[in-house]
């Protein structure tokens, strides 16, 4: 009994080349699915967060309305409880408000409506907020209206 060592040597090695290559293909397919799920899942967050910020900057003149309404009515009525209710509920959506008396002023985020001069300060602060600002995540909605107190001379 004769065998001839050539043809299934050469069979084996090609068959494992091609073991070899269906693996790497796999690990190819699979690679770039794992990528897919992760560029889907990114971007629904950024739908998502696209979508929360149209709703909430239809709801800021709301807000606008509550804040005016506080000022004028006694805050221990029933509509302080649904200002408060409002406000949790945005809240929960993302939203986050900005620009008190006293932040040291940021032009990235507050719109100068006025300047003050107050020597008293090392630096331009919030004197008055006219109109508070907004953000969801990273995202600004809206600046925070501010008169802004410097020290030195008033420009106008």
């Known amino acids: 009994m004769s065998r001839e060592p050539g043809p299934p040597a050469d069979d084996s090695e090609r068959l494992l ?10 690990q ?31 709801l ?3 807000l606008d309305t509550v804040d005016r309404a506080r000022e ?3 805050p221990a009525g029933g509509f302080d409880l649904v200002a408060r209710e409002l406000e949790e509920t945005l809240g929960a959506l993302g939203l986050r408000s900005f ?10 985020c507050h719109e100068a409506l006025a300047t003050v001069r107050d020597d008293t300060l090392d630096g331009p602060t919030c004197a008055v907020v006219h109109r508070t600002g907004y953000r969801v995540g990273d995202q600004l909605l809206r600046a925070a209206e501010v008169t802004v107190a410097a020290p030195g001379p008033v420009r106008d």
């Open 17 to 26: 080349r091609l073991v070899e290559e269906r693996t790497l293909d796999l």
């Open 28 to 58: 190819r397919v699979k690679a770039e699915y794992d990528n897919y799920r992760k560029r889907v899942l990114r971007d629904r967050l950024a739908v998502r967060e696209i979508a929360v910020s149209n709703v909430l900057a239809r």
């Open 60 to 62: 800021l003149a709301v």
């Open 72 to 74: 004028v009515q006694d």
């Open 99 to 108: 620009g008190r008396r006293g932040d040291p002023f940021d032009p990235t």
